[in-house]
């Protein structure tokens, strides 16, 4: 079943985070801060403007935001997106959630 996270997810959000950090080399470039990761899930689950979507096998956290070149155009983009199986759901979610939410969608690619 996938739903928007809550504060009580963090730890499980915490976990998914650091797999996908490992997953993604940023261990390696960026680094992965417990602290940090805890800080930003908690920010965006408390804001309107943003969403996560979590599932039992990934997860999936995305922003509503001023397009940077024109302020009336709001733009869904995608903040992270990790899952062991099953990320088209959470996809799929995403877009829901940016069809109501925003003019556009964009999604990042690591390579």
Same mark, same amino acid.
């Given at each position: 079943?996938? %739903? ?6 963090? @730890? +499980?959000?915490? *976990?998914?985070?650091? $797999?996908? *950090? &490992?997953?993604? /080399?940023? +261990?390696?470039? +960026?680094?992965?801060? @417990? +602290? !940090?990761?805890?800080?930003?899930? %908690?920010?965006?689950?408390? &804001? @309107? ?9 990934? !997860?999936? =956290?995305? *922003?509503?935001?001023?397009? @940077?070149?024109?302020? *009336? ?9 990790? /899952? /062991?199986? =099953? =990320?088209? $759901? ?17 999604? =990042?690619?690591?390579?």
């Amino acid at each position: 079943m996938i %739903r928007q996270a809550t504060l009580d997810d963090i @730890p +499980v959000l915490l *976990a998914m985070g650091e $797999k996908f *950090a &490992a997953a993604a /080399s940023l +261990v390696d470039s +960026v680094g992965y801060d @417990p +602290v !940090t990761a805890e800080t930003t899930f %908690r920010a965006m689950i408390e &804001a @309107p403007q943003y969403v996560i979507f979590i599932s039992d096998t990934g !997860t999936l =956290g995305g *922003a509503a935001i001023p397009h @940077p070149f024109n302020a *009336a155009h709001i733009l869904a983009q995608e903040v992270f997106w990790w /899952s /062991s199986s =099953g =990320g088209v $759901k959470l996809l799929e979610a995403f877009e829901a959630w940016a069809a109501e939410n925003a003019h556009s969608i964009r999604m =990042g690619c690591l390579e």
